[in-house]
């Protein structure tokens, strides 16, 4: 598996358990995070990701995730308020 299959997967994983997160969440070393940083600014493009602006830390569930996650109304409202 690519390091870039493992940041989606992780990602995903940190999305269902809590509809939001920071870099420092995932289990990925300093020397991994330019290519982190990059596939979590692919997956916002998607619209899996959505932050409050280019700047901030803290990323949330996107419409995509949204719709197509299996995650409770809580965690979608925590994402919500997250960001």
Do not use: C
């Not at 995903?12 to 809590?18: G, N, P, S, V, Y």
């Not at 070393?29 to 899996?48: A, F, P």
């Amino acid at each position: 598996m690519t390091l870039r299959d493992e940041v989606w997967n992780e990602t995903l994983k940190q999305l269902i358990k809590t509809g939001y997160f920071q870099i420092s969440d995932l289990p990925f070393d300093e020397g991994q995070r330019y290519t982190v940083r990059r596939v979590l600014r692919d997956m916002e493009e998607q619209g899996w990701l959505e932050r409050e602006s280019k700047r901030a830390a803290t990323w949330a569930m996107g419409e995509r995730a949204r719709a197509h996650l299996n995650v409770s109304s809580e965690i979608i409202s925590q994402a919500k308020t997250a960001k």
